[in-house]
């Protein structure tokens, strides 16, 4: 039997959850990098304008009716794509996250939501509000391409 704690990991997560937060971080991942392979360097400036204008139409996404997922303990979280959208848009208006990671609720239980934002915004942390806008655009792009999953 393995015994192992892991920090980063709360009770009750699964490996799930891991290539999710590992799936966030890869998308702000590219921006670290101010080499030529970085993700901006793709995109054509009429590119950007388009993203650009998607986050300034899409901004309010918390208004939208985001499907709930159940979770164990009677706790739901939202599809990924909002979490991505939530962490982008922090990123804008408090830049890099330096809050300590939640864990647990007021009422005891395992803060799955919260623990998701908290993921989302930490994988924003470096870049540019540009790029920001632009994942929170490609996230809505992909919510928005799949509805049934996403929302009611």
Same mark, same amino acid.
């Given at each position: 039997m393995n015994l192992r704690c892991d920090a980063q990991r709360m009770p009750g997560e699964s490996v799930a959850t891991?290539?999710?937060?590992?799936?966030?971080?890869?998308?702000a991942q590219d921006d670290e990098t101010d080499d030529e392979e970085s993700d901006d360097e793709e995109y054509s400036?009429?590119?950007?304008a388009t993203f650009l204008s998607e986050y300034e139409e899409h901004k309010d996404y918390e208004k939208l009716k985001w499907r709930y997922i159940q979770r164990p303990g009677g706790q739901a979280v939202r599809p990924d &794509?909002?979490? @991505? =959208?939530?962490?982008?848009?922090?990123h804008l208006t408090d830049g890099d996250n330096a809050e300590p990671a939640p864990v647990w609720r007021e009422d005891g239980s395992i803060?799955?939501?919260?623990?998701a934002k908290?993921? &989302?915004?930490? @994988? =924003?942390k470096g870049m540019t509000k540009e790029r920001a806008k632009i994942v929170f655009a490609k996230a809505m792009r992909q919510a928005l391409a799949n509805p049934a999953e996403n929302f009611y």
């Open positions: 891991d290539r999710r937060l590992a799936a966030l971080r890869s998308r400036d009429e590119d950007i &794509a909002y979490y @991505a =959208c939530y962490g982008a848009t922090r803060d799955y939501g919260g623990r908290w993921d &989302a915004w930490d @994988a =924003c």
